[in-house]
């Protein structure tokens, strides 16, 4: 964990294409602890579901990690994984690509706030 990690919170992991990765550390979230571990994984063409799981298990494992962003065609490949962390922290936002445009209704943290704003009618 490095210095500012310490000092102002927690970082944002990054999981996406090129495009999305270099304009995420453009903006300035990169960073790489003195492991040599980053909070990025950029997804080529020959990338694996299980590689996309294994980083998005890293992520959630890494204490110094606040908000993991995605795009919401990789979330798709590891949908079980994504479904299932319900936990706060941290938190899983999906996002679109350049060539895959957003999809509400994929999204987890979505279907689970329409949960909340409309439950299921009951029956009597």
């Known amino acids: ?3 500012n990690t310490e000092t102002f919170g927690k970082l944002i992991g990054v999981i996406g ?6 304009g995420f550390l453009l903006g300035g979230i990169g960073e790489v602890s003195e492991d040599r571990e980053r909070n990025f994984f950029v997804v080529e ?14 992520f959630l494992e890494r204490p110094d990690i606040g908000i993991i962003l995605i795009n919401q065609v990789y979330a798709d490949m590891i ?15 999906e996002i679109p690509s350049k060539q895959h ?3 509400a209704s994929k999204d987890s943290v979505m ?6 704003i409309n439950p299921p009618k009951r029956r009597h």
């Open 1 to 3: 964990m490095s210095i």
């Open 17 to 22: 294409d090129e495009d999305t990765c270099v």
């Open 45 to 58: 063409k020959d990338t694996t579901a299980a590689q996309i799981n294994a980083s998005f298990k890293k």
């Open 79 to 93: 949908r079980p994984t994504v479904d299932a962390h319900v936990v706060p922290v941290p938190t899983v936002v």
């Open 101 to 103: 445009p957003y999809d």
């Open 111 to 116: 279907k689970r706030a329409y949960g909340i």
